[in-house]
């Protein structure tokens, strides 16, 4: 089995929930503004409590926000 990829659509959530910044969104889950920025460019897979604060701040399920796609061999 190869490796998948998790992608996510944070950075336009944030931009659609009143243009928050990666700070503001950082400090409501509680995590470095840094560990944001790479989720969103998806150099980052969160745990699953991080992702469970993310998907709470916007109000969503997390498969809204996080998809996960299995590598083709």
């Known amino acids: ?3 998948g990829h998790i992608s996510n659509n ?3 959530l ?3 929930h009143n243009e928050m910044t990666q700070q503001e969104l ?3 889950v509680g995590v470095t503004r840094q560990t944001i920025v790479a989720i969103e460019k998806g150099k980052y897979s969160p745990s699953l409590e991080l992702a469970f604060r993310i998907a ?3 109000d969503l399920q997390i ?3 996080f998809t996960y796609e299995e ?3």
């Open 1 to 3: 089995m190869g490796k």
């Open 10 to 12: 944070v950075r336009s």
């Open 14 to 16: 944030r931009f659609n």
């Open 26 to 28: 950082a400090d409501l």
């Open 56 to 58: 709470r701040v916007f």
């Open 63 to 65: 498969e809204t926000i």
């Open 71 to 73: 590598a083709r061999d």
